[in-house]
């Protein structure tokens, strides 16, 4: 269980230390992407630890042009090439960071986890941003494809749908944490579902961009959890998806959960992350 002890004088001396040494790494970083040149920064496929296999080690390419080519299309893809650079550690240094992962998990008082798209690639679901050359099997992220107007081949996509996709190691790993006690709550970013797939309480995580699989009374505010993608609209802010609340005395429209562009985060998904992280900072200030 997760320790609820104060931390000594030496031990936040040695925490500070460690956040002031990866503050200076990310202002090296940026200081990396504000000097280089967009125009000769190339992605190359050289990095520290060699792929498990060949197929992994192939830069994804464009397919060879076929008929007429996909217009690009502006997106919300990273624009710039270095940025879109993908850093490997070493086996002994991803040894290293994970048993030091693992000990501030264990000697927190407090542990929020926060997850994004990355969790759900090794599931077979791609990501938005990776560029052309990412490493990862499900491709070149949606957003990126579409900037540069490329289709690849099906054969050159390992991906699943969100319905086919199953919660992957990582995602037990965080409920087993969170039954231990170690991990008291998850903010995601996700819209796969595959959190609450995995058995996670429903209490102990805020999905801030809505779950594909799940729609909501617009009268009542009942939600329902479907098996099938709820989502049935093609204009981006209508949410409305034909279906009508199973309460007879509601019978209200239900809308799917989904959050797009300029819309706002759900307020009740909200409030129960506000309150853990309000928790999170008075412990931190220790009152």
Not at 209 to 225: D, L, Q, R
Not at 251 to 265: A, M, P, R, T
Request: charged share 25%; hydrophobic share 30%; proline share 6%.
């Amino acid at each position: 269980m997760a320790s609820n002890s104060k931390k000594s004088p030496a031990s936040k001396t040695n925490i500070e230390a460690l956040f002031a040494q990866a503050d200076k790494d990310q202002k090296a970083l940026q200081r990396d992407y504000k000097n280089a040149s967009e125009k000769n920064s190339k992605i190359t496929s050289s990095r520290d630890v060699k792929p498990e296999s060949k197929s992994k080690g192939k830069p994804c390419k464009p397919p060879a042009a076929s008929g007429s080519k996909p217009k690009p299309k502006p997106g919300n893809n990273i624009s710039s090439e270095i940025e879109k650079k993908e850093y490997f550690d070493s086996e002994g240094t991803l040894v290293e960071k994970t048993m030091q992962l693992a000990k501030w998990i264990r000697e927190s008082n407090y542990c929020i986890m926060f997850t994004g798209a990355g969790l759900s690639t090794s599931t077979g679901i791609p990501d938005f941003r990776s560029g052309m050359n990412t490493v990862l099997p499900t491709g070149p992220g949606i957003w990126e494809r579409k900037a540069k107007g490329v289709q690849l081949p099906s054969q050159k996509k390992k991906t699943l749908s969100v319905l086919q996709a199953i919660p992957s190691p990582s995602h037990m790993a965080i409920v087993k944490l969170q039954e231990e006690g170690l991990v008291k709550f998850v903010v995601s970013q996700n819209t796969d579902g595959l959190h609450r797939r995995s058995g996670l309480d429903p209490a102990f995580l805020a999905e801030l961009h809505g779950n594909t699989n799940m729609e909501k009374c617009i009268k009542c505010g009942m939600k329902y959890m479907r098996d099938f993608r709820t989502r049935t609209s093609r204009e981006v802010h209508n949410h409305l998806t034909g279906r009508h609340c199973d309460d007879l005395h509601c019978g209200g429209h239900l809308v799917d959960s989904i959050i797009n562009f300029n819309e706002d985060l759900p307020e009740d998904e909200l409030e129960k992350d506000r309150a853990y992280v309000s928790i999170l900072q008075l412990i931190y200030l220790g009152i």
